[in-house]
C-alpha cells in the first residue's frame, strides 16, 4: 500500500514537496485504475463482420451491448454499423469519413443549441421566480 502523500494544504512550513514529474500525460481511465477494457474491440473494429454470439461472446443484454460497441468506436473515431441477429449481434467497424464528422459536428452543434434553449426555458419557469442575471 502506498504512504499516504501530502496534499498541498497539508504541508508543513519549511518542508519542500512537490509533486511527481511524469514525461506524459496518463491515459483518461474509469473506474478502477488501469482496467482494461472488458471486449477486445480494436480486434473487433478491423473491418470484418463479425457476430458475436450471447452466452459465448457477451454477458449483457444485446442492446446494451450495442450501445457499448458504439461507444468505444465513436472513441475511436470510428463509424460501427450493427445488427441484432437470431444468436446475437453482427457488427463492422469502419473508419469516418469527412462527411461523417461533418454530421457528427452538426449534431453535436444542434445538441448543444437544444440543451441551452431547454435551460433557458427551465430557469424562466422552474422555481415560478423570473431568472435573475448572474455575472
Known amino acids: 500500500m502506498r504512504d499516504k502523500q501530502l496534499r498541498h494544504s497539508e504541508?508543513?512550513?519549511?518542508?519542500?514537496?512537490?509533486?511527481?514529474?511524469?514525461?506524459?500525460?496518463?491515459?483518461?481511465?474509469?473506474?478502477?485504475?488501469?482496467?482494461?477494457?472488458?471486449?477486445?474491440?480494436?480486434?473487433?473494429?478491423?473491418?470484418?463482420?463479425?457476430?458475436?454470439?450471447?452466452?459465448?461472446?457477451?454477458?449483457?443484454?444485446r442492446s446494451t451491448l450495442a450501445t457499448v460497441i458504439h461507444n468505444a468506436a465513436t472513441k475511436r473515431d470510428l463509424i460501427v454499423q450493427t445488427r441484432m441477429t437470431q444468436d446475437g449481434i453482427a457488427i463492422q467497424a469502419r473508419p469516418l469519413t469527412k462527411e461523417d464528422k461533418k454530421r457528427r459536428e452538426e449534431m453535436a452543434k444542434r445538441?448543444?443549441?437544444?440543451?441551452?434553449?431547454?435551460?433557458?426555458?427551465?430557469?424562466?419557469?422552474?422555481?415560478?421566480?423570473?431568472?435573475t442575471a448572474t455575472k
Open 11 to 61: 504541508c508543513l512550513p519549511g518542508r519542500d514537496i512537490m509533486p511527481r514529474v511524469l514525461d506524459d500525460l496518463p491515459k483518461a481511465v474509469r473506474g478502477n485504475v488501469g482496467r482494461s477494457e472488458k471486449y477486445p474491440f480494436d480486434e473487433w473494429f478491423d473491418g470484418n463482420v463479425y457476430e458475436l454470439v450471447e452466452s459465448e461472446d457477451f454477458d449483457s443484454k
Open 111 to 131: 445538441r448543444a443549441e437544444r440543451k441551452a434553449a431547454e435551460g433557458e426555458t427551465e430557469a424562466a419557469i422552474g422555481n415560478g421566480k423570473a431568472p
